[in-house]
């Protein structure tokens, strides 16, 4: 007997990150609750979507056009390009409005215990990007872990015959932080990178 159409709503609903069983049931009873407005718009909404998504073939963004706003944008530097493991950290770092350059998304993070090896992600086409001769600065925005932090080396290594700058997001004290509050990994990164006082 097939489920139905409520239970395939939780079900699909309980997949999403941070909505397990209980969260995903109390989602879908207030969608049904104000399905004349929130279920309609959303479905909609999902269904818009997924006819026109488009993942970039230049930098890999999701967007709804090819290429997508990012790469369309004449305003952005092209000297500067920012390379970030997913999507997400793309939409992060262009939402704080400080970055006026191009991005690179990899789709990943090397690591060898999920079996995903450089060739897994787009590194390849980040090279590619760099031999053109456009692209003056490369940005590693990869995440402080162990797994983003090998991926920053590799790539290093991978550019290390362009000429180009190839620099990296800096780590450590979060603005407000309080020392007692921090992690291990947190106050290493910070000690490690300290620099003088001018």
């Known amino acids: 007997m097939s489920a139905s159409p409520i239970e395939n709503l939780i079900k699909s609903l309980a997949v999403m990150p941070g909505l397990g069983p209980r969260s995903a049931r109390r989602a879908a009873l207030y969608l049904i609750k104000k399905r004349e407005t929130a279920l309609y718009n ?5 269904d818009e979507v997924r006819q026109s998504l488009v993942i970039c073939p230049e930098c890999g963004n999701i967007d709804s056009c090819n290429p997508c706003s990012i790469c369309s944008d004449p305003k952005r530097d092209d000297a500067l390009l920012c390379v970030v493991e997913e999507v997400a950290d793309l939409w992060a770092l262009d939402r704080s409005r400080l970055f006026a350059g191009r991005f690179h998304v990899l789709g990943g993070r090397l690591s060898a215990l999920d079996g995903i090896a450089p060739e897994d992600l787009s590194i390849d086409a980040l090279v590619k990007r760099v031999q053109s001769g456009k ?27 362009y000429p180009v700058r190839i ?6 004290l979060p603005v407000g932080g309080e020392l007692d509050y ?5 106050l290493a990164q910070a000690l490690r990178a300290r620099r003088p006082v001018s």
């Open 42 to 46: 959303l479905a909609q909404a999902l």
């Open 135 to 161: 692209i003056k600065e490369v940005v590693l925005a990869m995440n402080a872990t162990l797994e983003g932090q090998t991926t920053a080396h590799y790539i290093t290594d991978c550019l290390e015959k």
């Open 182 to 186: 921090l992690d291990d990994g947190t």
């Open 167 to 172: 620099t990296q997001l800096a780590h450590g």
